[in-house]
């Protein structure tokens, strides 16, 4: 077996600074020799970059989509417009910002499995830095206030074994110097949009199956605001981190709750959006 190399794990010092930057020329030169750049996933080395080509990460913006879902727009619009569904009826958030389709972009998928399924915590780094750049390329950044995780349940924390929402958030936000608030909880654990393997696993856990169950049913009532932190909330431009966002269902309803808290805005920030029809 390859003898897998991955960078520095995650300090709050190194998402600012990296190692290579920081360190004399030839310290750097040592460490360079002794753990060569390598992929962040497969280990293949790298001239420069977090990723291999096989798994490298969207460059610049995704297909024309709409500003409000992110879903791709019908031949014509403009990307940044607003698509017909969310005109009619606007949902609780005001923008998404992904870094790209779930279904078409293979290494942002492969990333997000590893970090979900594949205990890969360290992935918060090399994915948040770049949803960081996302987020700034989409909006100015000084109408930023907050980061606010999308809640993992304590069960759901323990199959997992991290919180990767919030591995995300913490990410993005050191990046971009902004506080991460967890102002939201999720009171019952709900099944989530992953792998059959990870489906099944859960539904052995809450003794049943997802058939029957829909998507805004399994999370309606599922999530309540914290009450020390309605004050953290209230006319603050609250950013929601999660990892990937389908049905919108989940984020809708924590949307709902930052909103009646009295948040001034809220914005979506995930890694990939995927449509319904797909496995996300
Ligand atoms: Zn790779
Ligand atoms: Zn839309």
Partial sequence: MRFLHRPKRETSTTYRRPLTVAAPSAWS???EALYPPACWLCADGLESGWFCSNHSLPQG??????RVCALE???GLR?????GPCRREPPAWEQLVSLGDYHRERGLRAGILALKHGGRRDLCLPLGRALARRLEECVHVSGVDLFVPVPLHPLRHLQRGHDQALGLARSVAAVLDRPVRR????LRPTPAQGTACSESLWAALLGRGRR???RAANVSGAFALEEREARHVTGRRVWLVDDVVTSGHTVRECSVLLKRAGADSVGVLCLARASLSGHA
């Avoid at 990307?79 to 698509?83: A, E, K, L, N």
């Avoid at 102002?183 to 999720?186: F, G, H, T």
């Fill in 61 to 66: 913006a995704p297909a024309p989509c709409c």
């Fill in 73 to 75: 727009l019908p031949t």
């Fill in 79 to 83: 990307g940044g417009s607003t698509c």
């Fill in 183 to 186: 102002s939201l909880r999720r």
């Fill in 212 to 214: 029957g169950h829909s």
């Fill in 29 to 31: 030169e040592t460490l």
